[in-house]
């Protein structure tokens, strides 16, 4: 059974930075593509950053590059997501997920993901 489990958010201050773990039961993550994505309130979920396992493959959403960062670590089964320079519109839930298929390629619609965290809740405040 797929689990993937968000961990570390809070809330925050504007300018602020948070760092979103999101760990998976065994080694599920092998050579599958992991993304984040948010859903602020009242709205869409929307793609936020994708990374392929090995770790040469990113993809980050326009309105946060610059400001978050992927990484991840193989010997945690564990994907991180830091970010800085927090701003009110980053309010939302964020989840990651673990694509359906093998992928050596970023992934950036949610629909090519198959197994989710439960979310974590992400606050700045201005």
């Known amino acids: 059974q797929v689990q993937l489990v968000e961990s570390g958010g809070g809330l925050v201050q504007a300018g602020g930075s948070l760092r979103l773990s999101c760990t998976a039961s065994?080694?599920?993550?092998?050579?599958?593509?992991v993304g984040w994505f948010r859903q602020p309130p009242g709205m869409q979920r929307e793609f936020v950053a994708t990374?392929?396992?090995?770790?040469?493959?990113?993809a980050y959403a326009d309105y946060v590059k610059g400001r978050f960062t992927l990484s991840r670590d193989v010997t945690k089964n564990t994907v991180y997501l830091e970010m800085s320079s927090l701003e009110p519109r980053d309010t939302a839930i964020y989840y990651c997920a673990r694509s359906l298929y093998s992928s050596t390629a970023p992934l950036t619609g949610s629909i090519e993901y198959g197994y989710w965290g439960q979310g974590t809740q992400v606050t700045v405040s201005s």
């Open positions: 990374i392929t396992w090995s770790g040469d493959n990113l």
């Open positions: 065994g080694r599920i993550f092998q050579n599958y593509a």
